[in-house]
């Protein structure tokens, strides 16, 4: 049973530069929830999308929006990239209202 | 806004030994969820134990056990006989448990744990 997938692992950009970032939930999950983690810090929730809308909404500017498909997956763009963009993006998954979150590896960001 | 605090950026271990880990807590909810998550070097985010507020019982799984002190809003993870695969980097979290933040998981800093063989 495959977890939650993260593509691409890594990725180096430059600032101004847009980014968009993939993941696929665990099997059977439908809601899909983004955390932006710095380093040396605890995750910071970005947004969570379920059927394929967004329901919450952290304190983010507008340069972060998602989108997630019909078959669960979902991406995460963000524009205009700034040096404090960089961070280990983190996908997690869970279903209907258990809330038992299940996490990827990450993506890490590097703007330069 | 709920909050979560973990006061101790670092800690050690000896191997076999037991090591306690902190967090407090600020909310104004009466009904949530308390998680223990660990980060290992491979970073994927591993859920080590939850507590429902609701339960006065503490949690334990294996080797890893809560002190879990609502009124207090303390949340303090005990790890017994530790071992070298215990070294990673602890977040406590928090979520409320009914309602529009129901997927919403604020984590403190982290704790990192080095376990000393």
Same mark, same amino acid.
């Given at each position: 049973?495959? =977890? &939650?997938?993260?593509?691409?692992?890594?990725?180096?950009? *430059?600032?101004?530069?847009?980014?968009? +970032?993939?993941?696929?939930?665990?099997?059977?999950?439908?809601?899909?929830?983004?955390?932006?983690?710095? +380093?040396?810090?605890?995750?910071?929730?970005?947004?969570?999308?379920? /059927?394929?809308? /967004?329901?919450?909404? =952290?304190?983010?500017?507008?340069?972060?929006?998602?989108?997630?498909?019909?078959?669960?997956?979902?991406?995460?763009? &963000?524009?205009?990239?700034?040096? =404090?963009?960089?961070? +280990?993006?983190?996908?997690?998954?869970?279903?209907?209202?258990?809330? /038992?979150?299940?996490?990827?590896? =990450?993506?890490?960001? *590097? &703007?330069? | 806004? %709920?909050?979560?605090?973990?006061? %101790?950026?670092? !800690?050690?271990?000896?191997?076999?030994?037991?090591?306690?880990?902190?967090?407090?807590?600020?909310?104004?909810?009466?009904?949530?969820?308390?998680?223990?998550?660990?980060?290992?070097?491979?970073?994927? !985010?591993?859920?080590?134990?939850?507590?429902?507020?609701?339960?006065? %019982?503490?949690?334990?799984?294996?080797?890893?056990?809560?002190?879990?002190? @609502?009124?207090?809003?303390?949340?303090?993870? @005990?790890?017994?006989?530790?071992?070298?695969?215990?070294?990673?980097?602890?977040?406590?979290?928090?979520?409320?448990?009914?309602?529009?933040?129901?997927?919403?998981?604020?984590?403190? @800093?982290?704790?990192?744990?080095?376990?000393?063989?």
């Amino acid at each position: 049973d495959a =977890g &939650v997938t993260q593509s691409p692992t890594h990725l180096i950009k *430059t600032r101004g530069q847009q980014v968009t +970032l993939r993941c696929s939930p665990k099997s059977g999950h439908d809601t899909v929830s983004w955390y932006q983690q710095a +380093l040396g810090q605890g995750p910071q929730f970005i947004f969570q999308y379920y /059927e394929e809308e /967004e329901r919450q909404r =952290g304190n983010f500017p507008d340069r972060f929006s998602g989108h997630q498909f019909p078959n669960y997956s979902s991406e995460l763009n &963000v524009n205009a990239l700034l040096l =404090g963009d960089s961070a +280990l993006y983190l996908c997690a998954s869970n279903r209907g209202n258990t809330g /038992e979150l299940f996490f990827g590896e =990450g993506s890490r960001l *590097t &703007v330069l | 806004a %709920q909050t979560v605090t973990q006061s %101790q950026p670092e !800690m050690s271990v000896q191997e076999a030994e037991t090591v306690t880990l902190s967090c407090t807590y600020d909310t104004s909810e009466s009904d949530y969820y308390l998680f223990w998550y660990k980060q290992p070097p491979s970073r994927q !985010m591993i859920l080590v134990i939850r507590q429902e507020a609701y339960k006065q %019982q503490n949690a334990t799984e294996n080797r890893f056990s809560v002190n879990f002190q @609502k009124a207090a809003k303390s949340f303090s993870l @005990k790890i017994s006989d530790s071992q070298l695969g215990d070294a990673a980097m602890y977040f406590c979290a928090y979520r409320i448990l009914y309602g529009g933040s129901n997927y919403k998981l604020t984590f403190g @800093k982290g704790t990192l744990l080095t376990v000393n063989p």
